[in-house]
């Protein structure tokens, strides 16, 4: 479903109403419940004050992140030479580290470290391509002002939830959480074969004027 509107139908829309709009796209893009398990899964061997501290810069860095690609994201990423697609992949391949390191229980990461936690929730999982192209779909649509509100408004409610993630370890327990952290593991890694089977897709989608030539010489 395409969730996307074009200029002309935003400019019937009043003030309000896109930024309802845009409240509305960017939480349903961010997806806070998907990144609660994930971060409560992430955190689980962190102590409360280690977890509040994740929790603000999970945000933090969205926040600049998104700030920063509703700006200038089209711009940056032709900078460094980078499609949204290779972008995609990119997070697809973190992703897969990350759901190996907790369905198997063993660390990519140097022991103690907790930054993982706080820069994948951060990214690819709140600021990765669904954002960023949504953002720049926004700024096109809505303005820059109004978007950048609106995702102001939706990672405030995702830094709530984040923050209470140590009272819900708190009710369900330790022995849930390692439970269903085994479960979250393979979503993970579904949703990384998902990012990157569709940056594949639309990346040879883009080059097949190239690729097919070729393809047919090479066979030939």
Known sequence: MDWAISAAEAGS???VDSLLYA???LFFIFD???SLPIFICLTKNSDD????RSANRAIIVAAILFIIFTLIGTNLLGIFGV??????IAGGLVLILMAIEIIFGFSLTKPGSTDVAWVIVA???LTGPGVITTSILLVNSVGVAITLLAGVIALAFTWGLLRNSVLIVRKVGPNVIEIFSKIIGLLIAAMAIEYILNGV???MNLHQAILLPNLVHIIG
């Open 123 to 125: 990214t690819p999982i």
């Open 49 to 52: 004050k280690e977890k509040m």
């Open 13 to 15: 829309m009043s003030e």
């Open 201 to 203: 897709f639309n990346w």
């Open 32 to 34: 806070p419940f998907a």
């Open 23 to 25: 409240v509305g796209l």
């Open 83 to 88: 499609s949204i697609d290779a972008f995609r």
